[in-house]
């Protein structure tokens, strides 16, 4: 790990080290990926102001999330299979988070149980939802997660049918791995990968196994999600999940003025400004173009958080400076998670808390609430 200095560089460990399959299950955006490249194109187009000559010696990266202090804007992302990137996945990531001072979101779909990361970590997570449409089933999980303690709920709004992926049907995703020829020869070539998710606890989907039908094998995510999620999913719902859950909530997914309003007029404490990383409706604009539109009409009364595309400090300081409290990450600290379990999640929120504290510097700024518009070159 000592030759990395980017993300990029994880990434390209990674590559080497999981099986294709789930690498590319990351990796990926819905479609033609459009939607997953205009996320990276018009961030970089989002120019920063150089400005010298200001005392920038008392540079702090620390702020609030949802209330929750943070050593720095940024939070693990919910990442479906994380522990099948590398063998308990979610507990090292989890672990990794917490060790920076930010926060981590658990998936619905992850491998280890609620259970499982609550046993494992002595600070409170998030945990994100996804609705099925046995609402029995998502009460227990919303109890499950207050149980454990969590400190917020994700709600994820945008994925009540697949946007399709490519490759996850190229490849023959499944979970747990599907032991056919092709999966095991290219696994016999990631041993690390191998002892790693052997010595896990589970290969399934932790939080629904042995409560949602038909999990034993997976055969096709999208098959999967297309049997059990609810497509019939509307804001009434939002009012549903709010009366079981009184803690904060986080509604993830919107991506449109009309959506912001409603959303803040739900109650949630935040929303996030997403387009699921790319991997939904494919053509739809980039996070960041949606972001000070979303902030104009509805920041002042929830708070905006963003993902999309974040790979660098400098990224989380574009966002911010067009008025998201935080930032959230996925494919940035599953590379790190693949390259070099805990201590590579740890490696990838450095990277970009550093390249966060310098850029803060060349741009003026020595504490977060001073950064804004101002920032920007218009
Ligand atoms: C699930 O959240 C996915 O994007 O695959």
């Known amino acids: 790990m000592k030759n990395v200095t980017c993300i990029e560089d994880l990434r390209n460990i990674a590559r080497c080290k999981v099986p294709r399959a789930f690498f590319d299950y990351v990796e990926a955006g819905s479609y ?32 609030t999330m949802v209330g929750e202090t943070v050593s720095l804007p940024l939070g693990l ?9 590398r063998g308990n996945g979610e507990i090292l990531a989890c672990r990794a988070a917490h060790a920076a001072g930010i926060p981590f979101t658990m998936s619905t779909l992850s491998i280890c149980s609620i259970e ?12 994100q939802l996804y609705v099925m449409k046995d609402r029995g089933f998502v009460r227990s999980l919303i109890e499950r997660a207050a149980a454990a303690k969590c400190s917020a709920l994700v709600l994820t709004v945008d994925l009540q049918v697949l946007g399709q992926r490519h ?46 039908k038909g999990m034993g094998n997976v055969k096709s995510l999208a098959q999967w999600v297309g049997s059990q999620f609810d497509e019939t999913l509307n804001w009434k719902d939002v009012e549903w999940v709010r009366s079981i859950w009184p803690g904060k909530l986080i509604i993830k997914g919107i991506l449109d003025v009309e959506d912001a309003r409603v959303a803040a007029k739900t109650g949630a404490t935040a929303l996030v400004v997403s387009n699921h990383g790319g991997r939904q409706l494919d053509g739809a604009a980039s996070s960041i173009s949606m972001l000070p539109k979303v902030v104009d009409a509805v920041g002042s009364e929830i708070e905006v958080l963003f993902d999309g595309g974040i790979r660098t400090g400098q990224d989380v300081l ?28 740890a490696k990838a929120i450095d990277i970009i808390r550093k390249e966060l504290e310098v850029s803060m510097a060349l741009t003026g700024v020595n504490r977060v609430d001073e950064i804004g518009r101002h920032v920007l070159l218009r």
């Open 116 to 127: 499982d990361l609550a046993a494992a970590v002595d600070k409170p997570f998030w945990f």
């Open 167 to 212: 490759v996850d049907i190229k490849n023959g995703l499944s979970v747990p791995p599907a032991l056919k020829i092709k999966n095991l020869i290219n696994m016999m070539t990631k041993p690390g990968w191998v002892f790693s998710v052997l010595s896990g606890k589970r290969w399934t989907f932790g939080n629904l196994d042995g409560h949602v």
């Open 32 to 63: 033609s990926q459009e939607t997953l490249r205009a996320n990276r194109v018009d961030l970089e187009q989002v120019k920063l102001r150089q400005r010298v000559m200001v005392d920038v010696s008392s540079r702090d990266t620390a702020t």
């Open 318 to 345: 574009r966002a911010l400076a067009l008025g998201a409290r935080g930032c959230l990450i996925g494919r940035a600290y599953i590379f790190g998670l693949g390259a070099g379990g805990e201590a590579g999640v």
């Open 77 to 85: 992302g919910p990442v479906a299979m994380t522990g099948l990137e």
